[in-house]
């Protein structure tokens, strides 16, 4: 199936001849998830709770920042740039390091030193980008790009460039078109806080227009150790094992405070023990293994049913936003392994099976 752009084209005035660079991203299943939905009734005790995971790791990279990336290099082809640049905890700079190797652009990264999970950073050097690991966190890598953008010899490709936000917003149309309408709430984690803005751009116009008949509410989560947003002030060292979204000064801030107050939501944090859980339920229970920061939106589900959030005959989406295979460290640091290493006998490994 063709890439976000060209799908939703009637939702954007790019001109006939715009370059499209797209990796035919986007079109993501929507898994229905049981048994999360009989743990949320069981923590609510609210019946007919069903949960469905938008399951955004199945993008050309793994992550949800294909949707914003192929609108974001496009926008860069367009106007003629040679250097695309981005701070990034992982995601964005695999993305961008691939729709930059695509359209023949030169990609430039800047990552917190140490804090990006192996398959993300795998994903950046063959694709081919200038990588700097600097040794300060996302937002200082943030900054130096903002200082290095205002060059105008780079592109910045960050969520502040607005095409990122503009294309993420497909996810929400997606999920619209195959439940057919808006979900009640909206579960996703929240970092530097643009794909929860997204969604919210997304729903909004699906209303606006009249193709869905409500607006969901907005239930974002932070990381309990980088939760700006929950605590109303900048964190300077954010602290999570959920290294995507380890942010102490998102940059769409304001515009996430909208989503939540204008949709009725909230942004909340979940510790990294409720994200480890979430984590390994998904898995395990799920088969769906996605990386930790995803499933922080699981993690702030389960957190906001026993809080009693949630409502009885209720439609929830989790969005998880990313794929587990990026963070290997992780599922082998947090998985329950029933491994052995045994002779090639065959009683031996009976044994071991419980046979
Ligand atoms: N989940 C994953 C897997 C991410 O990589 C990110 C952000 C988020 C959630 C949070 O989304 O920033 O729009 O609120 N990753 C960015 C990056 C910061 O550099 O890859 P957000």
Not at 220 to 229: K, L, N, R, T, W
Not at 245 to 273: F, H, K, M, Y
Request: hydrophobic fraction near 40%; include cysteine; charge should be negative.
């Amino acid at each position: 199936m063709a890439g976000i752009l060209e799908r939703y084209r009637n939702f954007y005035d790019f001109p006939a001849d715009f370059p499209i660079i797209s990796l035919n991203e986007g079109n993501t299943p929507l898994i229905p998830a049981p048994k999360i939905s009989a743990e949320v009734s069981r923590l609510s005790g609210q019946p007919d709770v069903q949960v469905f995971l938008k399951f955004e790791g199945l993008n050309p990279t793994g992550s949800f920042k294909d949707r914003g990336m192929t609108y974001a290099v496009s926008k860069a082809v367009a106007d003629g740039h040679t250097h695309i640049i981005c701070a990034s905890t992982g995601n964005t700079s695999a993305a961008a390091a691939a729709y930059g190797a695509r359209a023949g652009l030169k990609t430039l990264i800047i990552l917190p030193g140490g804090k990006v999970a192996l398959g993300k950073l795998s994903q950046a050097i063959m694709y081919g980008a200038a990588i700097v690991e600097i040794d300060g966190n996302f937002d200082q890598a943030l900054d130096i790009v903002r200082a290095l953008g205002e060059t105008g010899k780079v592109c910045v490709v960050n969520s502040i460039n607005p095409y990122r936000l503009q294309g993420q917003k497909t996810g929400a149309f997606e999920l619209c078109d195959v439940l057919g309408d808006a979900p009640d709430d909206l579960y996703i984690p929240v970092g530097n806080a643009g794909n929860i803005s997204a969604y919210w751009m997304g729903f909004k116009e699906y209303a606006d227009k009249g193709i869905s008949s409500k607006r969901p509410r907005m239930c974002g989560y932070q990381a309990a150790g980088a939760a700006p947003i929950v605590h109303g002030h900048k964190i300077e060292k954010p602290e999570t094992l959920a290294t995507a979204i380890r942010i102490g000064n998102p940059a769409s801030w304001q515009l996430a405070e909208a989503a939540r107050d204008d949709s009725g939501g909230r942004i909340d944090c979940v510790t990294d023990p409720q994200i480890v859980a979430a984590y390994q339920f998904l898995a395990s229970r799920e088969g769906v293994l996605c990386e930790p920061s995803s499933a922080a939106s699981v993690a702030g589900l389960f957190k906001a049913a026993s809080l009693s959030q949630v409502q009885a005959n209720s439609t929830i989406v989790c969005v998880l936003t990313g794929n587990g295979l990026k963070d290997p460290d992780s599922a082998i640091e947090y998985g329950n392994p029933q491994r052995a290493q045994l002779p090639a006998d065959s009683d031996q490994v009976a044994a071991f099976f419980g046979l």
